[in-house]
């Protein structure tokens, strides 16, 4: 007997309905894999919340627990302020857009609240930039060390 009469346990069709079923599984496992490496390594979400984007939360998770503290409560300190900056900075882009969207368009109000944005960011700069330099300054010449190399190892890759 040769292995063509042998007949098949599944029909053609029944088949390629296995075989179509098989490649979208692996496509979503493939895909899903992919995405997981991408969010990993391209930056998805940040874990913690507070003052969002500092380098210096992120650090102080591998400080010891009473240095750590030290740079959280600098953290904690600033937030009022910080956050009054932030919210200068919506107003600011609410008064753009409501330049923008004003009848009888005013080139001169839409260029002074263009000018308030850039005001208010340059301002929000500068109040991290000040917690940076104040919360550096307290660190010791070792920890300095260690957040410089713990931030060239969060650099993203360009």
Known sequence: MSIANLGSRFSPRTLRWVL???LALNVLIIGTVASALCIARFGGP???GGFKGSPLLGFARTLPRE???VVRQKIADVQPNLEAVRRGVRDARASVRAALSAE???Q???DAAIGGIVDAETNEAR???TLFADTVRQLSPQERLEL????DKQRPIR
Do not use: C, E, N, Q
């Open 20 to 22: 179509i079923g098989s």
């Open 46 to 48: 940040h874990p913690g």
């Open 67 to 69: 240095r750590a503290d």
């Open 104 to 106: 009888p368009f005013d």
């Open 108 to 110: 001169a109000k839409f």
């Open 127 to 129: 109040v991290k930039a």
């Open 148 to 151: 410089h190399d713990w931030l």
